[in-house]
């Protein structure tokens, strides 16, 4: 048995998983069966057992890593929400609702089976799941993890960015956001538990209304793969190499960053790796003043987070940024908003800024180019950090908030 139920004399639940796509590859079965608490899987697109020699580029990310036994694909939807999320326009919700069903109808009866004493699912994607749940008789625990700040969070931050964004994007965009806060908020109500990965997340649930007693706060967790590079001494000099990753985008705050390194001009280089989400006009703007290299293999992140002297997320709503515990775990100074939902305490691994604060932005890259040498106790500390919310801790966390 696990170390946790040892501990406790509680039996170890048997909890069942669903989710579409390869999110944060798969972490939340993995942890479980690690902790050996799996019953089973159920998600979209998988590689078929007889294929994963041959597997290939983007189709890596969904070789699942779990016993063939306890993992429940559907491979046609899969390749159906796929072909609909390329044929739409980017926030568009529908495919990402219709996908949810499939998996949910095509899983639900296998899950059962299952026996589960858990049903755990991720926000907007577990809702016709948990319907059929919260049927049977004994009545499994129904654990809703809130991925990222909820919808009302949304669309206030669709009202914060509006100047920047043409007003038909913006009409798109929340309505949108509004189909999902109606399923998100209907998941709220069937959950016994909502597990919320920081405290800025947890924050925002209570602000919309999410109630209270049923949010836990379960950080996640990350550890670097086996063949990643090892972390080199870095020799600071200008103009310092900044860092960006994730999607290029006005969510992102890649406008502020753009306009603070225009102010840096000579001093620091920005890297921004990412698929470009807005116009090209725009995307020629921002160009400007920092280096667009478009979407990036791993490796080449990785060798990135070696070369660089810090990564800057200007994020204006997150649920945990991955990329963050990528960047610390490299020993990476982090330059991150509050609503990134970061593990960072500012001065110490990292530093912290309100999203839309240029101003708070510019300050701290001035004080990094004055004294470029203050950024080596910050990479120190940046990775005990990391060290201490590794992906082997996270699922000790997650085990016991849903037995909780």
């Not at 090892?230 to 006005?250: I, K, M, S």
């Amino acid at each position: 048995m696990n170390r946790l139920a040892n501990e406790t004399l509680t039996p170890l639940p048997r909890v069942a998983v669903m989710q579409t796509t390869a999110r944060r590859d798969y972490a939340v079965a993995k942890a479980f069966h690690e902790q050996g608490a799996l019953a089973a899987m159920a998600t979209d697109l998988i590689v078929p057992h007889w294929a994963r020699p041959a597997a290939r580029g983007a189709l890596q990310r969904y070789l699942v890593g779990l016993p063939r036994e306890k993992v429940i694909g559907a491979p046609v939807s899969g390749l159906a929400y796929r072909a609909a999320m390329r044929m739409t326009r980017p926030f568009t919700a529908w495919p990402h609702i219709w996908a949810a069903r499939r998996v949910a109808e095509m899983a639900a009866r296998r899950l059962a089976a299952s026996a589960p004493d858990v049903v755990y699912g991720l926000d907007t994607g577990a809702l016709e799941l948990f319907r059929q749940f919260a049927t049977i008789s004994p009545r499994p625990k129904l654990v809703l993890e809130q991925c990222v700040a909820p919808r009302a969070s949304q669309l206030l931050m669709v009202d914060r960015l509006a100047a920047f964004m043409p007003a038909d994007l913006v009409r798109h965009r929340k309505a949108n956001i509004e189909r999902l806060k109606v399923r998100e908020e209907e998941e709220w109500r069937l959950a016994d538990l909502v597990l919320a990965p920081s405290s800025y997340v947890s924050e925002e649930l209570v602000a919309a209304g999410c109630p209270e007693s049923k949010i836990r706060l379960v950080p996640y967790g990350y550890s670097p793969r086996k063949d990643a590079p090892p972390r080199v001494a870095r020799h600071r000099t200008e103009p310092l190499r900044g860092l960006f990753v994730g999607g290029v985008d006005y969510r992102k705050g890649v406008h502020d960053l753009a306009a603070v390194a225009g102010r840096f001009a000579g001093r620091a280089q920005i890297d921004v790796f990412g698929k470009v989400m807005v116009e090209d006009k725009v995307a020629a703007e921002w160009g400007r003043t920092v280096s667009l290299k478009g979407p990036q293999p791993f490796s080449a992140v990785q060798q990135a987070y070696l070369d660089a002297d810090f990564l800057v997320l200007p994020s204006y709503l997150e649920g945990s940024a991955m990329v963050v515990y990528e960047a610390m775990s490299f020993g990476l100074p982090c330059i991150v908003t509050r609503e990134t939902g970061s593990v960072i305490t500012h001065g110490h691994d990292g530093f912290l800024f309100e999203a839309g604060d240029q101003d708070g932005l510019a300050a701290v890259f001035r004080g990094i180019l004055d004294d470029p040498e203050s950024l080596d106790p910050i990479s120190r500390n940046a990775e005990a950090t990391a060290r201490q919310v590794s992906a082997e801790q996270y699922g000790a966390r997650l085990l016991a908030a849903v037995m909780s």
